[in-house]
């Protein structure tokens, strides 16, 4: 939206949003303060690079390098997006949920609740991410929680069996907001494999040496193993960054970060807009090895946690309120408990939080009408299909004016929650519609 305004004063747009407070979504709604941004301030923009940051020194005095809650960085969102709605007058809001689309002549028509409105000649897809994936068919199950967030309304749960499915960012958050909420408390974080992500302090963007789009094109392009490639090519610009790790070595053991961890994620932020390019350029073969092999590791090396949050974590753990289990295989419910069951334990739980991460979007209402009229195809890596140049919709009807960013397009981009890939995807979309004849 911030960019589409600035088309034409006589387009109009209007913006459908469910969550009730509009621009955050539910990443970055009013919620706990505990739920850090797990990204330095300076590095988090909404139209351009610093804005964030700046807004910060005027409004709300904090150090500018330091991770801020979401709900901050929500606020922030908000209050831009309410400043430009009431400088345009040719935008609109409206607080409900499409459930609908369809084509008639030539436009596209939205249904929700309240109606239909009519007359859309394109329409942007930013849904944000759906829920977790109820993997071990839990919904109904008293005591069940399928999503963490706003893990504000974790804070009536009083127990000492407590188990946060998953590891990671919003497995972390919903921890620690059960665990503030009493001392009794006692939670168990349950993964398949992964373990706590590291922590970083600070960390700057680096102009890569290797890991260049050229480079990527010339080197990937028509070979026969772009993995071994991809390999040789990390390995490369750590070399040439005076980082004396290769990737083998991390990925098998992510706690070698910590004697270079600020230089080591330095790199990793600049790759943001590579790892897309990475996952476009391989085959399917290489794609479907990376996931059997290497994603879990990827994910819990390159993502990393404030060192606030991490130190949290690890004195909960010496206090014996938190417990951290690997070789998860099954969850049940038997007699109104939960049974957890791993390759080396069995643990029993009056409570358990999903906390696995954003789920398929396709599970959504809007998306399964879409694929059913044939508006949108599934993605077979999650999502729907769209063209990687300009997150055009791919349906079976052939060209549309339907766009996508974020979460729907994870099949194609793979890595769409960072804000450099989404604000890319936001300029691509924006191109496309300028073309436009409306």
Request: proline letters at 5%; aromatic letters at 8%; glycine letters at 6%.
């Given at each position: 939206?911030?960019?589409?305004?600035?088309?034409?004063?006589?387009?109009?747009?209007?913006?459908?949003?469910?969550?009730?407070?509009?621009?955050?979504?539910?990443?970055?709604?009013?919620?706990?303060?505990?739920?850090?941004?797990?990204?330095?301030?300076?590095?988090?923009?909404?139209?351009?690079r610093g804005d964030f940051e700046q807004w910060l020194k005027i409004y709300r005095e904090k150090q500018a390098n330091a991770y801020q809650p979401r709900s901050v960085f929500g606020k922030f969102i908000e209050e831009t997006l309410k400043s430009s709605l009431h400088k345009h007058s040719s935008i609109q809001c409206y607080h409900e949920r499409v459930n609908e689309m369809t084509m008639q002549r030539g436009r596209y028509s939205l249904r929700t609740v309240t109606g239909e409105r009519a007359g859309y000649d394109a329409v942007v897809l930013a849904t944000g991410n759906?829920?977790?994936?109820?993997?071990?068919?839990?919904?109904?199950?008293?005591?069940?929680?399928?999503?963490?967030?706003?893990t504000s309304n974790l804070a009536d749960i009083r127990s000492d069996g407590i188990a946060v499915l998953g590891n990671q960012l919003s497995a972390i958050d919903a921890a620690l907001a059960v665990l503030d909420a009493d001392p009794d408390n006692h939670v168990t974080m349950l993964t398949r494999s992964s373990k706590i992500p590291n922590y970083v302090e600070h960390y700057h963007?680096?102009?890569?040496?290797?890991?260049?789009?050229?480079?990527?094109?010339?080197?990937?392009?028509?070979?026969?193993?772009?993995?071994?490639?991809?390999?040789?090519?990390?390995?490369?610009?750590?070399?040439?960054?005076?980082?004396?790790?290769?990737i083998e070595e991390l990925m098998?053991?992510?706690?070698?970060?910590?004697?270079?961890?600020?230089?080591?994620?330095?790199?990793?932020?600049?790759?943001?807009?590579?790892?897309?390019l990475i996952w476009n350029l391989l085959s399917e073969r290489e794609r479907n090895i990376f996931l059997a092999k290497f994603r879990g590791a990827w994910r819990q090396l390159r993502v990393p946690i404030p060192k606030e949050n991490w130190r949290r974590i690890n004195q909960h753990i010496s206090a014996a309120r938190l417990a951290c289990r690997t070789g998860l295989v099954d969850v049940s419910v038997t007699r109104d408990r939960f049974v957890a069951r791993g390759r080396d334990f069995e643990c029993s739980f009056s409570y358990v939080i999903n906390a696995t991460g954003a789920g398929d979007s396709m599970e959504g209402t809007l998306f399964k009408n879409m694929a059913a009229c044939g508006m949108c195809i599934p993605h077979q890596y999650g999502g729907i299909d769209?063209?990687?140049?300009?997150?055009?919709?791919?349906?079976?009807?052939?060209?549309?004016?339907?766009?996508?960013?974020?979460?729907?397009?994870?099949?194609?981009?793979?890595?769409?929650?960072?804000?450099?890939?989404?604000?890319?995807?936001?300029?691509?979309?924006?191109?496309?519609?300028?073309?436009?004849?409306?």
């Open positions: 939206m911030e960019r589409l305004k600035h088309l034409t004063p006589a387009l109009k747009i209007d913006i459908y949003d469910t969550t009730g407070s509009f621009g955050a979504g539910l990443a970055y709604q009013q919620d706990d303060l505990s739920n850090l941004v797990n990204r330095p301030t300076n590095l988090m923009y909404l139209r351009n759906a829920e977790p994936t109820d993997i071990y068919r839990l919904t109904g199950a008293q005591g069940y929680v399928n999503t963490p967030y706003p963007p680096r102009s890569l040496k290797v890991l260049t789009a050229n480079n990527l094109l010339q080197r990937l392009q028509g070979g026969s193993s772009t993995l071994n490639t991809v390999r040789a090519m990390f390995n490369e610009e750590l070399e040439v960054q005076g980082i004396d790790l290769n098998r053991d992510h706690s070698q970060a910590a004697g270079a961890r600020d230089a080591l994620y330095s790199v990793f932020s600049s790759t943001n807009l590579i790892v897309p769209v063209h990687y140049e300009d997150c055009r919709v791919i349906n079976r009807h052939g060209p549309s004016n339907i766009f996508a960013l974020g979460a729907p397009t994870t099949g194609v981009f793979y890595a769409v929650s960072n804000i450099d890939v989404l604000q890319m995807q936001a300029e691509l979309i924006f191109r496309n519609l300028r073309t436009l004849s409306i």
